[in-house]
């Protein structure tokens, strides 16, 4: 079998691990050939690949970022994609294509899938918001980032007695602010699922700092926004990709909160230095097995079909299923976390 690989979107701790996994298991257990095309669906388009051997992965476990380079796509090209499938497939031999993405990679697979490619998706993101399965690796190494990171801001912020807002990524799910935020123990967190007003910050903060506590962490998701007439802040214009442009909530909140109570406050943007760096183990593992699964079901005909966590297991998902609505975070989830801060 000849197998094609990308990698697409916004890059992912655990992307090196997948198509480590994917070779190996092409390779090694059915002698297949492997390429990997580069940045994404650009170099499937423009025919740029190179061939992947054992070499060619060797020592790239926990390298973060890909090795093969990502973009994200814009519609145009896609469609130019979809139209050109069977030619691409005759061009360049290949038996199976796996595209490595999130929710807009996905979505261009399960079309290229429509359109004839015999594809197998593997979803990555951060944000750990693509539906149908319970994890995308990515997500437990960006929640260690914030956490981490919150962690340090808590004793300069008691130090000098101020309000930290730390905006994490999430742009219409707020896993990360979410877990990050329970982790480090956040007082308070905002996510895109349920707008905050900014009263009830300033109350907490009050409370705080009148029970002798004289700092406060708020962990705020990127995609956050304040319930409506409670502050000024306005949404983003679309970008070329279809996604919001954000205006910055963690920087608008920290000046809101600073003016309110007339104390010190301080925005800290986390932003891409939660994508970059080494996996954690478990993302390792859990990438590793999808590319592993991918491979698997490549060699069985299950195309169309994209790798998901079940509980501890990893099966296979249609990929139209996995790409009709983003998994956000339920009420009871927001609830729980609640009952901590
Ligand atoms: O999709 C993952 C994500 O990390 C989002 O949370 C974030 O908004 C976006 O990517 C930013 O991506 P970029 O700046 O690379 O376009």
Known sequence: MRIGVLTAGGDCPGLNAVIRSVVHRAVDNYGDEVIGF??????????RYRGLDLNA???ILARGGTILGSSRLERDRLREACESASDMIHDFGIDALIPIGGEGTLTAARMLSDAGLPVVGVPKTIDNDISSTDRTFGFDTAVGVATEAMDRLKTTAESHQRVMVVEVMGRHAGWIALESGMAAGAHGICLPERPFDP????????????RGKKFAVICVAEGAH???????????????FGHERFQGIGTALAYEL???????????????????GVPTAYDRVLATRFGWHAVEAAHRGQFGRMTALRGTDVVMVPLAEAVTELKTVPKDRIVEAESVF
């Open 38 to 47: 580069e940045d994404g669906y650009a170099g499937l388009l423009d025919g």
């Open 57 to 59: 992965v060797s020592g």
């Open 199 to 210: 009263a009830d910050l300033v109350k907490m903060v009050e409370e705080r700092f009148a």
């Open 226 to 240: 304040p319930a409506d007439g409670t502050m000024d802040y306005s949404k983003g214009a679309i970008d070329q």
């Open 258 to 276: 600073e003016r309110r109570l007339g104390k010190e406050a301080r925005p800290v943007i986390l932003g891409h230095v939660q994508r970059g």
